[in-house]
Protein backbone atom coordinates (compact mmCIF):
# COMPACT_ATOMS: atom_id res chain seq x y z
CA UNK A 1 0.00 0.00 0.00
CA UNK A 2 1.22 3.53 -0.88
CA UNK A 3 1.47 6.14 1.43
CA UNK A 4 -1.30 8.58 0.74
CA UNK A 5 0.02 11.55 1.95
CA UNK A 6 1.94 15.05 0.36
CA UNK A 7 0.73 15.36 -2.75
CA UNK A 8 1.28 18.99 -4.80
CA UNK A 9 -0.38 21.50 -4.70
CA UNK A 10 -1.88 21.86 -8.00
CA UNK A 11 -4.76 19.81 -6.42
CA UNK A 12 -5.98 23.23 -4.75
CA UNK A 13 -7.45 24.37 -7.98
CA UNK A 14 -11.50 24.17 -7.05
CA UNK A 15 -12.82 26.84 -5.42
CA UNK A 16 -15.55 26.86 -2.91
CA UNK A 17 -15.90 23.07 -2.64
CA UNK A 18 -16.68 22.03 1.09
CA UNK A 19 -12.73 20.66 0.93
CA UNK A 20 -11.54 24.00 0.05
CA UNK A 21 -13.84 25.77 2.49
CA UNK A 22 -12.53 23.58 5.30
CA UNK A 23 -9.00 23.57 4.12
CA UNK A 24 -9.22 27.63 4.51
CA UNK A 25 -10.55 27.38 7.75
CA UNK A 26 -8.03 25.16 9.40
CA UNK A 27 -5.45 27.80 9.52
CA UNK A 28 -2.61 27.89 12.23
CA UNK A 29 0.71 27.88 11.52
CA UNK A 30 1.19 24.34 11.55
CA UNK A 31 -0.78 23.35 8.32
CA UNK A 32 -2.03 25.63 5.79
CA UNK A 33 -4.80 25.28 3.45
CA UNK A 34 -2.20 24.42 0.76
CA UNK A 35 -1.09 21.43 2.95
CA UNK A 36 -4.64 20.57 3.66
CA UNK A 37 -5.32 20.53 0.08
CA UNK A 38 -2.93 18.28 -1.17
CA UNK A 39 -2.80 15.99 1.56
CA UNK A 40 -7.00 14.95 1.24
CA UNK A 41 -6.62 15.57 -2.84
CA UNK A 42 -2.94 13.48 -2.73
CA UNK A 43 -4.23 11.80 -6.11
CA UNK A 44 -5.52 13.86 -8.70
CA UNK A 45 -8.49 10.95 -9.62
CA UNK A 46 -9.35 11.74 -5.98
CA UNK A 47 -12.85 12.15 -5.41
CA UNK A 48 -12.08 14.71 -2.60
CA UNK A 49 -13.75 17.91 -4.10
CA UNK A 50 -16.54 15.65 -4.15
CA UNK A 51 -17.01 15.73 0.16
CA UNK A 52 -20.40 17.06 0.05
CA UNK A 53 -19.90 19.30 3.56
CA UNK A 54 -17.85 19.22 6.61
CA UNK A 55 -18.71 15.66 7.63
CA UNK A 56 -17.57 14.04 4.60
CA UNK A 57 -14.09 15.82 4.11
CA UNK A 58 -13.40 15.18 8.56
CA UNK A 59 -14.78 11.62 7.47
CA UNK A 60 -12.11 12.01 4.34
CA UNK A 61 -9.31 12.98 6.74
CA UNK A 62 -9.29 10.58 9.36
CA UNK A 63 -9.50 7.34 6.93
CA UNK A 64 -6.79 8.75 5.05
CA UNK A 65 -4.85 8.97 8.08
CA UNK A 66 -5.74 5.37 8.85
CA UNK A 67 -4.89 4.51 5.19
CA UNK A 68 -1.44 6.06 5.91
CA UNK A 69 -1.10 4.74 9.09
CA UNK A 70 -1.59 1.01 7.66
CA UNK A 71 1.28 2.15 5.00
CA UNK A 72 3.84 2.63 7.46
CA UNK A 73 2.97 0.36 9.97
CA UNK A 74 3.54 -2.28 6.31
CA UNK A 75 6.89 -0.50 5.66
CA UNK A 76 7.70 -0.45 9.18
CA UNK A 77 7.11 -4.29 9.52
CA UNK A 78 9.01 -5.09 6.54
CA UNK A 79 12.22 -3.47 7.98
CA UNK A 80 11.28 -4.89 11.45
CA UNK A 81 11.65 -8.32 9.89
CA UNK A 82 14.91 -7.80 8.35
CA UNK A 83 17.80 -9.60 10.07
CA UNK A 84 19.54 -6.43 11.03
CA UNK A 85 16.26 -5.21 12.52
CA UNK A 86 17.19 -2.93 16.02
CA UNK A 87 14.73 -3.32 19.01
CA UNK A 88 13.86 0.11 18.48
CA UNK A 89 12.25 0.02 15.01
CA UNK A 90 10.37 -3.47 16.68
CA UNK A 91 9.11 -1.31 19.42
CA UNK A 92 8.38 1.32 16.75
CA UNK A 93 6.16 -1.46 14.88
CA UNK A 94 4.69 -2.20 17.58
CA UNK A 95 3.67 1.90 18.85
CA UNK A 96 1.85 1.36 15.55
CA UNK A 97 0.26 -1.85 16.03
CA UNK A 98 -1.43 -0.28 18.88
CA UNK A 99 -2.05 2.86 17.32
CA UNK A 100 -3.87 1.39 14.35
CA UNK A 101 -7.07 0.05 16.11
CA UNK A 102 -7.34 3.40 17.63
CA UNK A 103 -7.41 5.11 14.68
CA UNK A 104 -9.76 2.68 13.05
CA UNK A 105 -12.53 3.32 16.03
CA UNK A 106 -11.81 7.34 15.17
CA UNK A 107 -12.10 6.59 11.39
CA UNK A 108 -15.59 5.39 12.60
CA UNK A 109 -16.61 7.20 15.20
CA UNK A 110 -16.61 10.35 12.49
CA UNK A 111 -17.88 8.84 9.71
CA UNK A 112 -21.29 8.09 12.04
CA UNK A 113 -20.75 11.85 13.53
CA UNK A 114 -20.35 11.27 16.98
CA UNK A 115 -17.18 11.42 19.26
CA UNK A 116 -15.50 14.07 17.04
CA UNK A 117 -13.83 15.55 20.19
CA UNK A 118 -12.33 11.95 21.11
CA UNK A 119 -10.94 11.51 17.76
CA UNK A 120 -9.44 14.83 17.20
CA UNK A 121 -7.50 13.85 20.56
CA UNK A 122 -6.50 10.69 19.34
CA UNK A 123 -5.34 12.29 16.01
CA UNK A 124 -3.41 15.14 18.00
CA UNK A 125 -1.33 12.27 20.13
CA UNK A 126 -1.14 10.75 17.11
CA UNK A 127 1.04 13.17 15.78
CA UNK A 128 3.74 11.96 18.11
CA UNK A 129 4.50 8.96 17.21
CA UNK A 130 6.81 9.71 13.79
CA UNK A 131 8.61 11.57 17.04
CA UNK A 132 8.52 8.57 19.36
CA UNK A 133 9.74 5.85 16.49
CA UNK A 134 12.86 8.04 15.59
CA UNK A 135 13.39 7.68 19.20
CA UNK A 136 13.41 4.49 19.67
CA UNK A 137 16.10 3.67 16.68
CA UNK A 138 18.03 6.25 18.29
CA UNK A 139 19.65 7.69 14.95
CA UNK A 140 19.07 4.78 12.16
CA UNK A 141 17.14 5.56 9.82
CA UNK A 142 13.22 5.20 9.64
CA UNK A 143 11.28 4.47 6.28
CA UNK A 144 10.09 7.75 4.76
CA UNK A 145 6.28 6.92 5.36
CA UNK A 146 7.03 7.68 9.56
CA UNK A 147 7.14 11.29 8.00
CA UNK A 148 4.18 11.26 5.98
CA UNK A 149 2.00 9.96 8.55
CA UNK A 150 2.74 12.51 10.84
CA UNK A 151 1.79 15.30 8.26
CA UNK A 152 -1.56 13.06 7.38
CA UNK A 153 -2.39 13.46 11.86
CA UNK A 154 -1.52 16.64 11.82
CA UNK A 155 -3.98 17.66 8.73
CA UNK A 156 -6.69 15.30 10.13
CA UNK A 157 -6.06 16.87 13.88
CA UNK A 158 -6.21 20.09 11.70
CA UNK A 159 -9.79 19.02 10.03
CA UNK A 160 -11.30 18.09 13.47
CA UNK A 161 -10.35 21.47 15.09
CA UNK A 162 -12.33 23.35 12.78
CA UNK A 163 -15.00 25.84 13.70
CA UNK A 164 -16.85 25.14 11.09
CA UNK A 165 -20.13 23.63 11.19
CA UNK A 166 -20.29 19.52 12.13
CA UNK A 167 -23.66 18.96 10.48
CA UNK A 168 -25.08 21.01 7.27
Do not use: I
Not at 67 to 96: E, F, H, I
Not at 100 to 105: G, I, K, Q
Not at 124 to 141: I, K, L, N, P, Y
Not at 147 to 159: D, L, N, S, W
Amino acid sequence: MAVVCGGSSAAVGAANSALDQVCESVGGSYVTPELCASALCYDAASPCRDARDYAAVATLAAGLLVRNGTATRDTVAVAAAAANATAGLKSCLQLYDGLLPALEWAAGSVAAGRAYGAARELMQATQFAQRACAGMVAGAEMPRENGGFVTMARVAHAVLSTSVPKTD
